[in-house]
């Protein structure tokens, strides 16, 4: 790979200078030489577009820095060169510039970029640019591939971009552009994808825009909101579409007819528009390999057309929020793939069928708010993945199958308001079961005290039946959040610890029961105590008022949130997760790291995602508003370096956990306690580079400046390249200073990474983010964790070293000896910035931008 690359280099520079007649050896030897003689010429050489470029550029990372006259264009970072043509006599040489996740910002020289000779692939995304696109990349006449998207554009999509004649893909989503898409941009004819999901279009679709794009495979205009469009029957003339995402865009009328023609389509999503009439009729019959089928929150109506039991590879069907009437086709319940079906909020009746237990990989089934009726399908317990099922509001009727959660997975299940009857069967497989909603039917007998049995049960919802008996002592075992029995036929004294410890127990609508709080007090007192009883009473008063008022609290705190779920979840980045989800997956196996703080959890979503999820232990301090505000500040960092913060999770209590994005690697500190820690340098120096730059950006380039506070291996993930993000971040700001502090103070084993002055400062700075930094170069040095995750001790790495570093052969016994001898003279380097960064004395620790300049060229 090297010596083509240099090639290339070599003959482009040659081909910029081409009428300078200089000897061809004269070129080999130095490209330097070729570029002085040619400056004056009217073809300037590409190191100098590229370098015009970058001086257009606010870089405030130093990711450009090797970008200089005196290497080769095609060394520089973020730079690809191509050879297309094979042997130094090739022009064609085409060139990648990726730019993405760099923190840019500036005013972009794009003229001088677009000339630039075979420019093919050009990625300005994720970064901070604030300006319109610029309409002169519309002369980069050698793009195949332009990515813009989530960079901070704004303004109108250029028409000129209709120039770009060869582009194969275009994405400018995630941005503020605003006005009409250009019908011009039918003139790029070999546009394969094309996605301006998320932005400020408006007006018409011009029908004319997509007759040309026949090549088109990937179309994404989701997101839209002001777009105001019937569907254009054009679509269905592109026949190798296999992704039309028009979610949330604001179409109407209805579906046409050339839709149906779509034969490559694998995803379908058009939910979420003023979409009405029937879905016409033959509709799924040649979708072949359609995966995913989503037309929920439409005015859709009619009966749902047979023909999707054909869609044999159909993974999800979701259809709730329409006005479809009729049975929905049988044969859907069959596919071999199908996971998910949501039906909600529709008309649909008839009877639930049975499902193919064996063989059914359903893992959702979501019919609430329809007018089914019938029994409940035995065959429900049956289907081993089965994670979720609720059929609320429908008409169903009989019982409840006893076997309704011997699927391994079921976690949630609600029947609330149908006409079910009979006792509720001891569930005793439930090992995941977190929510049970069965009010609102005809259920009598009493309230299983297997249920206290069920490890992570967590809401229940009882209420408005005609249940009886006792409420079970062994509820007192479970985590609740919500345990709602009001109006039934239940009496004696109620759990102690159920009054006490849970901030919402609803109990009223139930005359016979008795304890502390309820108009009923249970202990009639005998005349021969009465000044004990008197005594008692006054201490059951006083202990009622109390209750009571933090009851009425906790009460008004649940009342202020607009939906009835203690949790209230907040997502800055579309992540398939629900409140109840993310609870049920608070499980101890899914722990992926501990830490002062509280616990941290990978969750895998429905969509094959990953976050980790943050649950924090210190809570109640901030309000759901304030939380909001900080979380909302950080969610809006965006670095190659940092982990993007997709959302929080707040609780009735207070209770925040923060979502972050998940890498498969799994985090730096995994790989350092591994059985071997076989990292070699070069990886080992990109993980200290990402993560200063990283932190550089945090602290100098964010407006106020962010602290991290609590960087530790853990909280450092690893990429698929080993590119690092930081994670774990901003921890105070969702709990409060106070908070923070007295978990910290609580938590004094786990100080290997903390600065030690943390100790007697009241203010947190910059340069304990240094100490911390500094902690994890010696782990990536030694090759030793400063931190053991089972048993939490320190092994105090920073005295380790400075205990060996002034020894004669002292680098020889800090230095990891699992790594080569080559690599010595940049380990000793990175060493001593290491004991730099965690200098006792805080002024002796260098800046992290200083630290970025040393580490890269160590
Ligand atoms: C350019 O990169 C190649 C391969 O990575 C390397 O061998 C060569 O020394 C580099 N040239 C310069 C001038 O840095
Ligand atoms: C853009 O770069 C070109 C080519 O180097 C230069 O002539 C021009 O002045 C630059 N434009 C701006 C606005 O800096
Ligand atoms: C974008 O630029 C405008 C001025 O052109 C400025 O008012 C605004 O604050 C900037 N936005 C961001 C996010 O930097
Ligand atoms: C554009 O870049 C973003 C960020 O790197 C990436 O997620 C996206 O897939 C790219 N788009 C295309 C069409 O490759
Ligand atoms: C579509 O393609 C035809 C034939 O190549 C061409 O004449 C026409 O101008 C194109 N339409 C648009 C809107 O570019
Ligand atoms: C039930 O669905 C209808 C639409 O079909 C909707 O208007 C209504 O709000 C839903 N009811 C509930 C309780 O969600
Ligand atoms: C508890 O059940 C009653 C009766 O069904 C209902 O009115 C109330 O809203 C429920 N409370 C909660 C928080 O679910
Ligand atoms: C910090 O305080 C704790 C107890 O409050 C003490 O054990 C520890 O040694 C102190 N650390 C330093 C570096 O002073």
Same mark, same amino acid.
């Given at each position: 790979?090297?010596?083509?690359?240099?090639?290339?280099?070599?003959?482009?520079?040659?081909?910029?200078?081409?009428?300078?007649?200089?000897?061809?050896?004269?070129?080999?030897?130095?490209?330097?030489?070729?570029?002085?003689?040619?400056?004056?010429?009217?073809?300037?050489?590409?190191?100098?577009?590229?370098?015009?470029?970058?001086?257009?550029?606010?870089?405030?990372?130093?990711?450009?820095?090797?970008?200089? *006259?005196?290497?080769?264009?095609?060394?520089?970072?973020?730079?690809?060169?191509?050879?297309?043509?094979?042997?130094?006599?090739?022009?064609?040489?085409?060139?990648?510039?990726?730019?993405?996740?760099?923190?840019?910002?500036?005013?972009?020289?794009? *003229?001088? @970029?677009?000339?630039?000779?075979?420019?093919?692939?050009?990625?300005?995304?994720?970064?901070?640019?604030?300006?319109?696109?610029?309409?002169?990349?519309?002369?980069?006449?050698?793009?195949?591939?332009?990515?813009?998207?989530?960079?901070?554009?704004?303004?109108?999509?250029?028409?000129?971009?209709a120039?770009l004649a060869?582009l194969? *893909?275009?994405?400018?989503? &995630?941005?503020?552009?605003?006005?009409?898409v250009p019908p011009g941009l039918a003139a790029l004819r070999g546009l394969q994808?094309l996605?301006?999901?998320?932005?400020?279009?408006?007006?018409?679709l011009h029908p004319a825009l997509f007759r040309n794009l026949t090549s088109l495979?990937?179309l994404?205009?989701?997101?839209?909101?002001?777009?105001?469009?019937?569907?254009p029957?054009e679509l269905g003339g592109m026949p190798s579409l296999?992704?039309?995402?028009?979610?949330?865009?604001?179409?109407?009328?209805?579906?046409?007819?050339?839709?149906?023609?779509?034969?490559?389509?694998?995803?379908?999503?058009?939910?979420?528009?003023?979409?009405?009439?029937?879905?016409?009729?033959?509709?799924?019959?040649?979708?072949?390999?359609?995966?995913?089928?989503?037309?929920?929150?439409? $005015?859709?109506?009619?009966?749902?057309?047979?023909?999707?039991?054909? #869609?044999?590879?159909?993974?999800?069907?979701?259809?709730?929020?329409?006005?479809?009437?009729?049975?929905?086709?049988?044969?859907?319940?069959?596919?071999?793939?199908?996971?998910?079906?949501?039906?909600?909020?529709?008309?649909?009746?008839?009877?639930?069928?049975?499902?193919?237990?064996?063989?059914?990989?359903?893992?959702?089934?979501?019919?609430?708010?329809?007018?089914?009726? $019938?029994?409940?399908?035995?065959?429900?317990?049956?289907?081993?993945?089965?994670?979720?099922?609720?059929?609320?509001?429908?008409?169903?009727?009989?019982?409840?199958?006893?076997?309704?959660?011997?699927?391994?997975?079921?976690?949630?299940?609600?029947?609330?308001?149908?006409?079910?009857?009979?006792?509720?069967?001891?569930?005793?497989?439930?090992?995941?079961?977190?929510?049970?909603?069965?009010?609102?039917?005809?259920?009598?007998?009493?309230?299983?005290?297997? @249920?206290?049995?069920?490890?992570?049960?967590?809401?229940?919802?009882?209420?408005?039946?005609?249940?009886?008996?006792?409420?079970?002592?062994?509820?007192?075992?479970?985590?609740?959040?919500?345990?709602?029995?009001?109006?039934?036929?239940?009496?004696?004294?109620?759990?102690?610890?159920?009054?006490?410890?849970?901030?919402?127990?609803?109990?009223?609508?139930?005359?016979?029961?008795?304890?502390?709080?309820?108009?009923?007090?249970?202990?009639?007192?005998?005349?021969?105590?009465?000044?004990?009883?008197?005594?008692?009473?006054?201490?059951?008063?006083?202990?009622?008022?109390?209750?009571?008022?933090?009851?009425?609290?906790?009460?008004?705190?649940?009342?202020?949130?607009?939906?009835?779920?203690?949790?209230?979840?907040? @997502?800055?980045?579309?992540?398939?997760?629900?409140?109840?989800?993310?609870?049920?997956?608070?499980?101890?196996?899914?722990?992926? &790291?501990?830490?002062?703080?509280?616990?941290?959890?990978?969750?895998?979503?429905?969509?094959?995602?990953?976050?980790?999820?943050?649950?924090?232990?210190?809570?109640?301090?901030?309000?759901?508003?304030?939380?909001?505000?900080?979380?909302?500040?950080?969610?809006?960092?965006?670095?190659?370096?940092?982990?993007?913060?997709?959302?929080? #999770?707040?609780?009735?209590? &207070?209770?925040? *956990?923060?979502?972050?994005?998940?890498?498969?690697?799994?985090?730096?500190?995994?790989?350092?306690?591994?059985?071997?820690?076989? @990292?070699?340098?070069?990886?080992?120096?990109?993980?200290?580079?990402?993560?200063?730059?990283?932190?550089?950006?945090?602290?100098?380039?964010?407006?106020?400046?962010?602290?991290?506070?609590?960087?530790?291996?853990?909280?450092?993930?690893?990429?698929?390249?080993?590119?690092?993000?930081?994670?774990?971040?901003?921890?105070?700001?969702?709990? $409060?200073?106070?908070?923070?502090?007295?978990?910290?103070?609580?938590?004094?084993?786990?100080?290997?990474?903390?600065?030690?002055?943390?100790?007697?400062?009241?203010?947190?700075?910059?340069?304990?983010?240094?100490?911390?930094?500094?902690?994890?170069?010696?782990?990536?040095?030694?090759?030793?964790?400063?931190?053991?995750?089972?048993?939490?001790? #320190?092994?105090?790495?920073?005295?380790?070293?400075?205990?060996?570093?002034?020894?004669?052969?002292?680098?020889?016994?800090?230095?990891?000896?699992?790594?080569?001898?080559?690599?010595?003279?940049?380990?000793?380097?990175?060493?001593?910035?290491?004991?730099?960064?965690?200098?006792?004395?805080?002024?002796?620790?260098?800046?992290?931008?200083?630290?970025?300049?040393?580490?890269?060229?160590?």
């Amino acid at each position: 790979m090297a010596p083509r690359r240099r090639r290339s280099a070599y003959s482009v520079s040659m081909a910029a200078t081409n009428r300078g007649y200089l000897p061809f050896f004269l070129l080999l030897l130095s490209p330097l030489i070729t570029t002085s003689y040619s400056a004056a010429e009217a073809e300037q050489p590409v190191h100098e577009l590229l370098l015009s470029f970058k001086a257009s550029l606010h870089d405030p990372s130093g990711a450009l820095a090797t970008w200089s *006259s005196s290497t080769p264009y095609c060394n520089w970072s973020h730079v690809t060169c191509t050879d297309a043509a094979a042997g130094i006599a090739g022009v064609n040489s085409s060139i990648t510039v990726s730019l993405q996740g760099l923190g840019l910002s500036g005013d972009i020289n794009a *003229s001088a @970029l677009c000339r630039v000779p075979g420019l093919a692939d050009l990625s300005l995304a994720s970064n901070a640019f604030n300006q319109t696109v610029p309409l002169q990349l519309s002369r980069c006449a050698s793009l195949v591939s332009l990515n813009l998207s989530s960079a901070f554009f704004w303004g109108p999509l250029p028409e000129q971009f209709a120039a770009l004649a060869g582009l194969v *893909s275009l994405d400018l989503s &995630g941005n503020d552009i605003e006005g009409t898409v250009p019908p011009g941009l039918a003139a790029l004819r070999g546009l394969q994808t094309l996605d301006l999901r998320g932005n400020r279009l408006s007006g018409v679709l011009h029908p004319a825009l997509f007759r040309n794009l026949t090549s088109l495979h990937y179309l994404d205009l989701s997101g839209n909101h002001f777009l105001e469009s019937p569907l254009p029957p054009e679509l269905g003339g592109m026949p190798s579409l296999r992704w039309l995402l028009l979610q949330g865009a604001g179409f109407s009328g209805a579906i046409p007819d050339t839709f149906l023609a779509l034969e490559q389509l694998q995803v379908l999503d058009l939910s979420m528009n003023s979409l009405t009439g029937p879905v016409p009729p033959g509709f799924g019959l040649k979708f072949q390999k359609l995966l995913s089928l989503d037309l929920s929150g439409n $005015g859709l109506s009619g009966p749902f057309p047979d023909g999707v039991e054909r #869609c044999l590879m159909l993974q999800r069907f979701e259809v709730q929020g329409n006005a479809f009437t009729g049975e929905i086709p049988a044969g859907l319940w069959s596919l071999p793939d199908l996971q998910v079906v949501r039906a909600e909020d529709n008309r649909f009746s008839g009877r639930l069928p049975e499902f193919p237990a064996g063989v059914s990989r359903l893992e959702q089934v979501q019919v609430d708010n329809n007018s089914f009726s $019938g029994g409940i399908p035995r065959s429900i317990g049956l289907v081993r993945t089965m994670y979720r099922f609720s059929a609320s509001l429908n008409e169903l009727d009989g019982s409840l199958p006893d076997n309704l959660c011997d699927s391994p997975a079921m976690s949630i299940i609600d029947v609330s308001h149908n006409a079910i009857s009979g006792t509720i069967p001891e569930f005793s497989n439930c090992k995941r079961l977190v929510s049970l909603r069965l009010s609102s039917n005809g259920f009598t007998g009493t309230i299983p005290a297997s @249920l206290g049995d069920l490890p992570v049960l967590t809401y229940i919802d009882l209420s408005s039946n005609g249940l009886t008996g006792a409420i079970p002592a062994e509820l007192q075992n479970l985590k609740l959040a919500l345990l709602n029995v009001s109006y039934n036929r239940l009496s004696g004294r109620v759990p102690a610890e159920l009054v006490s410890d849970l901030p919402a127990v609803f109990l009223q609508g139930n005359p016979g029961l008795c304890g502390p709080g309820l108009p009923n007090d249970c202990d009639m007192p005998s005349r021969k105590h009465q000044g004990l009883a008197l005594a008692a009473t006054v201490v059951l008063f006083i202990t009622g008022a109390v209750l009571l008022a933090v009851g009425a609290s906790a009460m008004y705190r649940r009342l202020q949130g607009k939906n009835s779920s203690p949790w209230k979840l907040v @997502l800055f980045h579309p992540t398939k997760i629900t409140a109840e989800e993310l609870f049920a997956a608070f499980h101890e196996k899914n722990v992926i &790291g501990r830490g002062a703080f509280g616990k941290v959890y990978l969750i895998a979503l429905q969509d094959g995602q990953n976050v980790a999820v943050k649950r924090l232990f210190c809570s109640g301090k901030l309000t759901f508003r304030e939380v909001k505000n900080e979380m909302k500040v950080l969610a809006k960092i965006r670095h190659k370096n940092i982990a993007k913060i997709t959302g929080f #999770c707040y609780s009735s209590e &207070g209770e925040v *956990s923060v979502i972050y994005e998940y890498f498969q690697r799994g985090s730096l500190q995994d790989m350092i306690c591994a059985a071997k820690f076989t @990292l070699g340098w070069n990886d080992r120096l990109k993980v200290a580079l990402g993560l200063a730059q990283g932190l550089a950006y945090l602290h100098h380039d964010c407006t106020p400046g962010v602290l991290h506070r609590d960087l530790k291996s853990s909280n450092v993930l690893l990429a698929d390249d080993f590119e690092p993000r930081v994670a774990g971040f901003g921890v105070h700001r969702a709990v $409060g200073e106070k908070a923070y502090r007295a978990s910290l103070d609580s938590d004094l084993n786990q100080r290997c990474y903390v600065a030690p002055e943390q100790n007697f400062t009241k203010n947190p700075t910059n340069l304990m983010d240094v100490y911390s930094f500094g902690v994890i170069l010696l782990e990536l040095v030694t090759g030793r964790p400063a931190e053991q995750p089972a048993s939490k001790d #320190c092994s105090d790495i920073v005295s380790w070293v400075r205990r060996r570093i002034n020894l004669i052969d002292g680098a020889s016994q800090i230095l990891d000896p699992s790594i080569s001898h080559t690599a010595q003279q940049e380990m000793q380097t990175v060493l001593e910035l290491a004991v730099r960064c965690t200098s006792v004395k805080p002024d002796q620790r260098p800046a992290m931008y200083e630290v970025v300049r040393l580490l890269q060229a160590p």
